[in-house]
T-cell receptor, first 119, second 116 residues
Framework: AQTVTQSQPEMSVQEAETVTLSCTYDTSESDYYLFWYKQPPSRQMILVIR??????QNATENRFSVNFQKAAKSFSLKISDSQLGDAAMYFCAYKGNNAGGTSYGKLTFGQGTILTVHP | EAQVTQNPRYLITVTGKKLTVTCSQNMNHEYMSWYRQDPGLGLRQIYY???????DKGDVPEGYKVSRKEKRNFPLILESPSPNQTSLYFC???????????????FGSGTQLSVL
């Protein structure tokens, strides 16, 4: 079974600084997707960024970027120029892409990291 | 507006009293699923459905039932709720089409359930 581990229950950053959230995963599948979701106090789940395992290039979305290390099974999220609105719980998630595979269609989430942004 | 609608947003009930949490999506998505969120455990899948009349267990299905009689609706049923089912529940949907641009789960706004 696939597992996703976020080893940092809480992180903090000063406004305008950069912070990196860690995520590691375990899988025997070769084709999969990785995601970072943001959950602000409103409880809404917001997709921040997604990466396809076959793509070597790290995904970026404005101030958000990932460092995808496939061999190490690591998928960290970097937030640059942190803003007060970035304060939230962040979840790393994995989804297999092999039709008929045990994880196809299912998103497996990590435990979450609470990010605090200090003004 | 494309959305997944869950109701109710908050629910307090007592042990053993059957309840249903409704979920409806207006995007004609084939795939729907239910997750529960607990502190320190992240979100865990309860049940999912790949299409009408096709449902399957996720990681934590015990104590839950689902049905998918129509494409847009995917209710979660707790026949005899227990305190360990106190949790935050999310319904989600996505299209069947593959490819990175379709790999996005649309989440409902969540249902906070307390079982006393």
């Amino acid at each position: 079974a696939q597992t996703v581990t976020q080893s940092q229950p809480e992180m903090s950053v000063q406004e305008a600084e950069t912070v990196t959230l860690s995520c590691t995963y375990d899988t025997s599948e070769s084709d999969y997707y990785l995601f970072w979701y943001k959950q602000p106090p409103s409880r809404q789940m917001i997709l921040v960024i997604r990466q396809e395992a076959y793509k070597q290039q790290n995904a970026t979305e404005n101030r958000f970027s990932v460092n995808f290390q496939k061999a190490a099974k690591s998928f960290s999220l970097k937030i640059s120029d942190s803003q007060l609105g970035d304060a939230a719980m962040y979840f790393c998630a994995y989804k297999g892409n092999n039709a008929g595979g045990t994880s196809y269609g299912k998103l497996t989430f990590g435990q979450g990291t609470i990010l605090t942004v200090h003004p | 507006e494309a959305q997944v609608t869950q109701n109710p947003r908050y629910l307090i009930t007592v042990t053993g009293k059957k309840l249903t949490v409704t979920c409806s999506q207006n995007m004609n998505h084939e795939y729907m699923s239910w997750y529960r969120q607990d502190p320190g455990l992240g979100l865990r899948q309860i049940y999912y459905s790949m299409n009408v009349e096709v449902t399957d267990k996720g990681d934590v299905p015990e104590g839950y039932k689902v049905s998918r009689k129509e494409k847009r609706n995917f209710p979660l049923i707790l026949e005899s709720p227990s305190p360990n089912q106190t949790s935050l529940y999310f319904c989600a949907s996505r299209p069947k089409l593959r490819g990175l641009t379709n790999e996005k789960l649309f989440f409902g706004s969540g249902t906070q359930l307390s079982v006393l």
